[in-house]
């Protein structure tokens, strides 16, 4: 019930592609759900975060894609870079506008983009 | 975003001593810090949530008095993995939810090695 799945577990993309990660949850409780970057040996850093009353939020490069009926959600890194390599997790909370902090991670996707 | 500091960035001890990690908040009161655990090329495990003033409230199969949490200041949480052995071996990240409830951000993590 406070599964995140992710897949794939990695990803090759050439520079200037698109990076497409996905994550399905399971608990209708959920109600934020971020996306974070991760560099080897370094803590998560906070990408861009979407809340269940929208359907789809843009920062830059990155936009997250909501489906609320099919409890999944995915991330697209639009003009992939090398400087986007990392490890991407994505996850979830039930904030109930409270608690944002306490978060089920998903498995997390290694991503490789090649110059 | 906020800036949490975590200390130290890296440690090793000897089986069956102690070591403290902490945790600051560096730019703004947080009365709600989380740590997680997270090893080689897996997802971060949250182990328990930290309130400021209260005892901490751990996670299901996370043992209580093996990590022993204190949040005695607004700015502060440390994390003490009491008598370590080998298996506690793991990379440990604390993170901070802001004042305003909308996100939380994340230290740079503790490399624990015990030999």
């Not at chain 1, 996905?22 to 996306?35: G, L």
């Not at chain 1, 996850?91 to 902090?101: C, E, F, I």
């Not at chain 2, 945790?23 to 009161?29: A, E, H, K, P, T």
Request: with cysteine.
């Amino acid at each position: 019930q406070q599964q995140v799945k992710q897949s794939p577990q990695s990803l090759i993309v050439q520079k200037g592609g698109i990076s497409i990660i996905n994550c399905a949850y399971e608990n209708t409780a959920f109600d934020y759900f971020p996306w974070y970057q991760q560099f080897p040996g370094k803590g998560p850093a906070l990408l861009i975060a979407i809340r269940p009353d929208v359907s789809e939020k843009k920062e830059g490069r990155f936009t997250i894609s909501f489906n609320k009926s099919a409890k999944q959600f995915s991330l697209h890194i639009m003009d992939s870079q090398p400087g986007d390599s990392a490890t991407y997790f994505c996850a979830a909370a039930n904030a109930g506008g409270t608690s944002y902090g306490k978060l089920t991670f998903g498995q997390g996707t290694i991503l490789t983009v090649h110059p | 975003g906020a800036v949490v500091s975590q200390h130290p960035s890296r440690v090793i001890c000897k089986s069956g001593t102690s070591v403290k990690i902490e945790c600051r908040s560096l730019d703004f009161q947080a009365t709600t810090m989380f740590w997680y655990r997270q090893f080689p090329k897996k997802s971060l495990m949250l182990m328990a949530t930290s309130n400021e003033g209260s005892k901490a409230t751990y996670e299901q199969g996370v043992e209580k008095d093996k990590f022993l949490i204190n949040h005695a200041s607004l700015t502060l949480s440390t994390l003490t993995v009491t008598s370590a052995h080998p298996e506690d071996s793991s990379f440990y990240i604390c993170s901070v939810q802001t004042a305003l409830n909308t996100e939380a951000f994340f230290g740079q993590g503790t490399r624990l090695t015990v030999v």
